[in-house]
Each structure stands twice: as C-alpha cells, then as structure tokens.
C-alpha cells in the first residue's frame, strides 16, 4: 500500500516511514505542502499521514487537493497541538478517518493504517 506522510519534523516523519516500511508499505515523505501535491500529483496514496499544522502551507489544503485528486483516500490527521480537539476536523474534510496525537507510537499508528488499508 502507498503511504503519504506530510509531517515537518523529517526525523518524526523517517521514523513512521521506516516503521511503515516494515509492514511491507511503500512510504513517502513530504515536509510540505507544495512537497506533498507534487507527490499527489505523481503517484496515487490510498493512505495519507498528515500533520494538522504545516509549516510551509495548510494541512486542508493538502487534505482538499488530496479528495479532488485521489477521492478514495483516507487522510489521518496527526498533531501536537489541541487545534481541533473538538472533532471539527472531521466537518471540515470530508476524506478524515482518524485524529491522533503525534507522541501516537509508530506501532499504533501501523495498526491505523492497516485498519484503513482494508477499506481502501
């Protein structure tokens, strides 16, 4: 299965490819937002690992871009922050399956896209 990780922390984001990598996925990294619709541009992602907070651009643009693009694929927000604590996430992209805190263990989050995996 191809994986999208869109995360600025690169160290963060090579340790969830490596582990990813592990479970037989082909995983790529892009840190962002202009990385990430380059990469969605080029290749199709039924699964997509993105950080609610980009530095460089909007994680719903990516999340948009990624529905108009690809209208299977399932994102799941991580963050460190409390942006969307609420649930709003969900509202606002349609293609949101799972909102995760970053510290989620990279065994965790390979469960979560496993779990999505079947359904795409």
């Not at 962002?32 to 609610?52: G, H």
């Not at 108009?68 to 649930?87: K, L």
């Amino acid at each position: 299965m191809n994986v999208l990780i869109v995360q600025n922390d690169a160290k963060l984001g090579y340790i969830w490819q490596r582990h990813l990598q592990r479970h037989d996925h082909i995983v790529d990294v892009a840190l962002d937002q202009d990385s990430a619709i380059d990469l969605l541009q080029q290749s199709c992602y039924p699964i997509i690992i993105l950080d609610v907070v980009l530095d460089g651009g909007s994680a719903i643009a990516v999340a948009d871009y990624a529905s108009f693009r690809h209208p299977d694929a399932r994102v799941i927000f991580v963050t460190n922050t409390s942006f969307f604590s609420d649930g709003s996430i969900f509202q606002l992209c349609a293609n949101a399956c799972a909102f995760v805190p970053s510290a989620t263990q990279p065994e965790d989050l390979a469960a979560i896209v496993e779990h999505y995996a079947k359904s795409v």
